[in-house]
T-cell receptor, first 109, second 116 residues
Framework: QQPVQSPQAVILREGEDAVINCSSS?????VHWYRQKHGEAPVFLMI???GGEQKGHEKISASFNEKKQQSSLYLTASQLSYSGTYFC??????????WGAGTKLIIKP | EAQVTQNPRYLITVTGKKLTVTCSQN?????MSWYRQDPGLGLRQIYY???????DKGDVPEGYKVSRKEKRNFPLILESPSPNQTSLYFC???????????????FGPGTRLTVT
């Protein structure tokens, strides 16, 4: 079952903060976050594991609440380059990533 | 350079004419996957492969075939394309080990397919 992302879209001014949420009705092994710019392929941001470990290489933070089966992505002091659509993917027991519908982030100067 | 390549990048075809979209990765990844992306629906998995000769259906496998004869290649075959298969297709690869099983996925540039 597809995880639910919220909000569907958000418009920010440069320098403002944003939070994108991802929730699932099923138990999760991990949560993956990707960003996709228009006309391009998705690019990896972060993996969150049970127990709180994070693996990523961007200056973006996230949380993973295993009990609530929810994850949140925190974008602070947003830059124009943060614009794009953010997807969460939840890993299930069958080695699949099930993707949310995406959150479109627009950053205005 | 580590990369996933797909060909062709754009394809316009007619209903029923068999086609193959190729995907190749040079990172020696065990896991490869095909997704389709449609507006408002995000990425939906078509098929995936954990290793050579091991393939499994994803969420939307109907109308598609795959094969994994070599570790680096994972072609997507549409035996009889229909207009509802018009979409943007991405191939992705990832290493697998321990927990999480899936690591960072590397995506190809995408193939935009139109079936008339």
């Amino acid at each position: 079952q597809q995880p639910v992302q919220s909000p569907q879209a958000v418009i920010l001014r440069e320098g403002e903060d944003a939070v994108i949420n991802c929730s699932s009705s099923k138990a999760l092994y991990s949560v993956h976050w990707y960003r996709q710019k228009h006309g391009e392929a998705p690019v990896f941001l972060m993996i969150l594991l049970k127990g709180g470990e994070q693996k990523g290489h961007e200056k973006i933070s996230a949380s993973f609440n295993e009990k609530k089966q929810q994850s949140s992505l925190y974008l602070t002091a947003s830059q124009l380059s943060y614009s794009g659509t953010y997807f969460c993917g939840t890993e299930n027991s069958n080695y699949q990533l099930i993707w949310g519908a995406g959150t479109k982030l627009i950053i205005k100067p | 350079e580590a990369q996933v390549t797909q060909n062709p990048r754009y394809l316009i075809t007619v209903t029923g004419k068999k086609l193959t979209v190729t995907c190749s990765q040079n990172m020696n990844h065990e896991y490869m996957s095909w997704y389709r992306q449609d507006p408002g629906l995000g990425l939906r998995q078509i098929y995936y492969s954990m290793n050579v000769e091991v393939t499994d259906k994803g969420d939307v496998p109907e109308g598609y075939k795959v094969s994994r004869k070599e570790k680096r290649n994972f072609p997507l075959i549409l035996e009889s394309p229909s207009p509802n298969q018009t979409s943007l297709y991405f191939c992705a690869s990832s290493k697998t080990s321990g927990v999480p099983l899936l690591h960072e996925q590397y995506f190809g540039p995408g193939t935009r397919l139109t079936v008339t």
